[in-house]
């Protein structure tokens, strides 16, 4: 008799974003030909760059031929693309080798199983508030138990506030995998040199391990913060870092992302090199390799060309986050990131929860942003707004909330 993983049964509703799509669909029913302004999920909205749409154009020629043709590729990605990766990291004086860089279809899916590599005892820690697939793929795996007043026994938590500035320093007690997203994703707050080197300094202490989500580090300005983790001494022996085109290259819909995996990286028990291993063991396995299309365009973007056009476009909705940050300041909100991340989180009045908040906005001022409960516990209290839609619309999304919002 076939039975399913009960750990799904321990998971919170619906996926989050699957959940606000579900509100927005059901009052949109209700209130036919409302035209709604989408400031939830942070998905790119400007079309890709030239020089992208000719890298992969290429990309599609060279299918056309039987000559230039290519089928299965390398399971880890194209040569070419994983060295442009390796020169990307030199700008930034990191060494890494093109074994170190695996390519993927993005760092969704590479954040949710990494995990799968670590054993089942493994301690993790998360953040709260959290992107919910480092915690939603630990539950998953049964490496939690139960869900208890809004947290899993077994996970620990750190929890970022305001006293932090939302980058919490490492537990107190002994974990074994640390989940860190800088520029962070909710609450748009960035780690600092000194902040990540904490961390490091605590996984060598511990053996443990970090998983660095760096997504958003494109959008940092702020020249003293660190882009990547191995901007850190000693960060390669304790750090996997997992990054994306999505975010900064406009691929969230063409897909393509990548984890370094340092040859460095210690792990209890095993010998150097070994978690590579292990992480090419299960990405040949169980995924056959990036689009080679989604490749060509990321080696594009990859380009000088490429990333001076990329800047364009995160200059574009960074413009976007200073205008949402603006507006609710002006409206008297406590706001925070929105500078060197495309998120701005925003503290409501504590007579709402964020739901019901979100809820309202959606009413009053036709706008959708995502409720701060949705990435846990201690996001209650705030909502998040994405800089990545059309100028336009956030202009008008702005305006309708100084006009019709009541808080
Ligand atoms: C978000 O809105 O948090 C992101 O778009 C989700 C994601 O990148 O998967």
Redesign the pocket.
Known sequence: MATINKNYNKLQGSYL?LEIAKRTKDFLEKNKGVELMRL????TTEPLSKAVISGLSAGVKKLRKKKTYTGYGHPQGKIELRNALVDFYKKRKIDLRPEEIFVSDG??SDSANIQSIFGQDNIAAIMDPV?P?YLDSNVIAGRTGELKNGRYEGLVYMEGNEENDFMPPPPEVKVDLIYICSPN??TGSVATKNELAAFVDYALNRKAVIIFDA?YAEYIKDESLPKSIYEIEGAKKCAIEINSF?KWAGF?GVRLGWTVVPEDLVVEGVEPGKVISLWARRQSTMFNGASNIAQDGALAALSTKGQKESQKLIAYYMGNATLIKQTFSNLGFKVFGGENAPYVWVRIPPSLTSWEFFDKLLREAHVVV?PGSGFGLKGEGYIRL?AFGDKKNVKRAMKSIEKNFKP
């Open positions: 974003f939830g999920i942070g998905d760092a969704k992107y697939v994703n909710p997504a999505s969230t995502t994405s």
